[in-house]
């Protein structure tokens, strides 16, 4: 297993960054008997069928759709570098630097930027600057939330999901193994992901990235474990070397939560 560097997580995955995260009435209706309708824009007609059988079996054992609707504020502290807040229902995300005074309260669902900056106990006004702050904020919010919720997002808009192989994970748990690809989507489309899905729970235990889709080792693999149920769902902290911590699902965040830091 490749050693991996934390602090270069966010040059290394941006492949969430593809996609914005879609509300429910985003979403494709669903067919009758569908339970778990795919994003817009997800490539169904080059996806195995087999891999979306398996990837529907993922989300009901996540807490099952309806409960990953229905889930509005996620919480978390990745990897000691940032804190984040996110309101999945409204699109608002507020990210703090461990690292320096630096706080972010921006709209990742906005076409345009939009958002506070607050950096070293000075609100930022300065448009230019304003701006640069506000893409950092969305971008490590893309890098880290995908760190947390990936395996809710295997029918994302601009995925392509293929059953790749069976396969054990480093502890030896048999698993089927899909594979991630993408398409006409965000900074980095030629990313690539396999995830081994637990023959028997149908949880992820693991996953690979491919910086390009057509290399044949992986940049870096990692589990995916350590599962525990907050609110309606089931979420996973460990990645190995490090993990992720302060994980909460909320109902409720104090009322100012997205408009100051006061």
Same mark, same amino acid.
Request: proline fraction near 3%.
């Given at each position: 297993?490749?050693?991996?560097?934390?602090?270069?997580?966010?040059?290394?995955?941006?492949?969430?960054?593809?996609?914005?995260?879609?509300?429910?009435?985003?979403?494709?209706?669903?067919?009758?008997?569908?339970?778990?309708?795919?994003?817009?824009?997800?490539?169904?007609?080059?996806?195995?069928?087999?891999?979306?059988?398996?990837?529907?079996?993922?989300?009901?054992?996540?807490?099952?759709?309806?409960?990953?609707?229905?889930?509005?504020?996620?919480?978390? /502290?990745?990897?000691?570098?940032?804190?984040? %807040?996110?309101?999945?229902?409204?699109? #608002?995300?507020?990210?703090? *630097? &461990? =690292?320096?005074?630096?706080?972010?309260?921006?709209?990742? /669902?906005?076409?345009?930027?939009?958002?506070? %900056?607050?950096?070293?106990?000075?609100? #930022?006004?300065?448009?230019? *600057? &304003? =701006?640069?702050?506000?893409?950092?904020?969305?971008?490590?919010?893309?890098?880290?939330?995908?760190?947390? %919720?990936?395996?809710?997002?295997?029918?994302?808009?601009?995925?392509?999901?293929?059953?790749?192989?069976?396969?054990?994970?480093?502890?030896?748990?048999?698993?089927?193994?899909?594979?991630?690809?993408?398409?006409?989507?965000?900074?980095?489309?030629?990313?690539?992901?396999?995830?081994?899905?637990?023959?028997?729970?149908?949880?992820?235990?693991?996953?690979?990235?491919?910086?390009?889709?057509?290399?044949?080792?992986?940049?870096?693999?990692?589990?995916?474990?350590?599962?525990?149920?907050?609110?309606?769902?089931?979420?996973?902290?460990?990645?190995?070397?490090?993990?992720?911590?302060?994980?909460?699902?909320?109902?409720?965040?104090?009322?100012?939560?997205?408009?100051?830091?006061?």
């Amino acid at each position: 297993m490749k050693q991996i560097i934390y602090s270069l997580l966010f040059v290394c995955i941006i492949t969430f960054g593809c996609q914005n995260p879609k509300t429910t009435s985003e979403t494709q209706a669903p067919k009758p008997t569908e339970v778990n309708p795919a994003a817009t824009g997800f490539n169904e007609a080059n996806s195995d069928e087999k891999a979306i059988e398996i990837a529907n079996k993922v989300m009901e054992a996540m807490g099952g759709r309806k409960a990953w609707d229905e889930t509005r504020y996620v919480c978390w /502290n990745f990897f000691g570098s940032r804190k984040h %807040v996110w309101d999945k229902h409204t699109g #608002m995300a507020r990210v703090e *630097s &461990l =690292k320096s005074d630096l706080k972010i309260i921006v709209d990742i /669902n906005a076409d345009s930027l939009k958002g506070r %900056v607050f950096k070293d106990g000075q609100e #930022m006004t300065q448009i230019d *600057s &304003l =701006k640069e702050y506000l893409q950092y904020g969305k971008s490590a919010w893309i890098n880290d939330a995908y760190w947390i %919720v990936m395996p809710f997002k295997l029918k994302d808009s601009g995925v392509t999901l293929k059953y790749h192989k069976q396969d054990t994970t480093a502890t030896g748990v048999p698993c089927d193994v899909l594979r991630l690809t993408f398409e006409n989507v965000g900074d980095t489309p030629d990313n690539a992901y396999d995830v081994w899905v637990d023959q028997g729970s149908n949880l992820i235990k693991q996953w690979a990235y491919y910086k390009d889709n057509t290399q044949e080792t992986e940049d870096f693999i990692t589990p995916w474990d350590d599962y525990q149920k907050y609110g309606g769902i089931l979420l996973a902290s460990n990645r190995g070397r490090g993990s992720i911590t302060e994980i909460e699902v909320l109902e409720t965040v104090p009322e100012n939560t997205f408009n100051s830091f006061d």
